[in-house]
């Protein structure tokens, strides 16, 4: 059974960077892409970055506006989500998942069926 665990999360300051981690186990050939979603108090879960697993290209969402890297380890089946300049509307509980979906809406997240227990990430002065 495929299981996602994040960490990596924290208090941070504005300006401040964090890198949050997804450990896949498990992980078949049929997932093919990791994601990262976050959600706010009150808000909509959103799509944040995704990296294919067969050919690594890598999407951001716009909000993101450079500040935000998604890279993967393939020797330790982990996906990273380095984060920089940070800034308060930053602070939400972030997500990894996958998906074994032929075609599959990247930025949807009911299409996505294996989540990790999320990490909460805090910015603020």
């Known amino acids: 059974q495929v299981q996602l665990v994040e960490s990596g999360g924290g208090l941070v300051q504005p300006g401040g960077s964090l890198r949050l981690s997804c450990a896949a186990s498990d992980l078949t050939e049929d997932y093919h892409v990791i994601g990262w979603f976050r959600q706010a108090p009150g808000k909509e879960r959103e799509g944040v970055s995704f990296?294919?697993?067969?050919?690594?290209?890598?999407y951001y969402a716009k909000f993101v506006g450079g500040r935000f890297t998604i890279s993967r380890d393939h020797t330790k089946n982990t996906v990273y989500l380095e984060m920089n300049s940070l800034k308060p509307g930053d602070t939400a509980v972030y997500y990894c998942?996958?998906?074994?979906?032929?075609?599959?809406?990247?930025?949807?997240?009911?299409?996505?069926?294996?989540w990790g227990q999320g990490t909460q990430v805090t910015v603020s002065s």
């Open positions: 990296i294919s697993l067969r050919d690594d290209n890598r």
């Open positions: 998942a996958t998906s074994d979906r032929t075609l599959l809406s990247l930025w949807v997240s009911s299409q996505y069926d294996v």
